[in-house]
């Protein structure tokens, strides 16, 4: 059989498509306008950017002879795959997403999606979390994903509840203390 009939592979690239994070079955994947834009500007940057550069220099490697030894030849191609399988997951995700603007709950004290909530464990330690999308969730910044324990647990209480949190330690009682959300036309925080 010739050679140009099979397929090149490294063995890195065994598992081609990853798994999406899970979502609740039958769920909806809420994401705020602004991780929305955040993750489409990502996707365009690898379309129109990225790509283009890399299939540039593996074109260029692959005219200089032997590519089994060809370093910028086997990065490159490395660097595609991970790029195309950004660039699938990053479509599917869009096509699933449903954008949710958190400012229409304003004033609200009841918490939704994107909320930004305080609450106080049985210590009486403050803590203060976003619900957010699980594609835009930063845990460094406070952020939570809305299917996380924390954040169904979280979900339709009020200033003032009282709710049982199951931890892997056991079930805590958290007090929600306060409710907030982003002016309307303000980005979320």
């Not at 999406?20 to 602004?34: C, M």
Request: no cysteine.
């Amino acid at each position: 059989m010739s050679k140009a009939f099979t397929r090149e592979s490294d063995g890195d690239d065994e598992d081609d498509e990853i798994a999406l994070p899970p979502l609740p079955h039958g769920g909806k994947n809420y994401i705020t306008p602004q991780g929305y834009a955040r993750l489409r500007g990502e996707l365009l940057t690898l379309i129109d950017d990225e790509r283009p550069k890399v299939v540039e220099t593996v074109h260029w490697a692959a005219k200089n002879g032997d590519r089994s030894e060809n370093g910028d030849y086997l990065y490159g191609k490395k660097r595609l795959r991970e790029i195309d399988r950004r660039i699938r997951f990053l479509t599917r995700r869009l096509e699933i997403a449903e954008v949710t603007d958190p400012s229409a709950h304003h004033g609200g004290k009841q918490i939704f999606f994107g909320a930004r909530v305080t609450y106080a464990d049985e210590e009486g330690e403050e803590r203060r979390v976003t619900i957010k999308g699980i594609d835009e969730v930063d845990n460094g910044q406070g952020e939570v994903s809305w299917i996380s324990p924390i954040a169904r647990t979280l979900l339709r209480a009020r200033v003032g509840d009282v709710l049982q949190l199951p931890t892997p330690l056991g079930v805590k009682e958290i007090e929600v203390l306060e409710v907030d959300y982003p002016a309307p036309g303000t980005p979320a925080a």
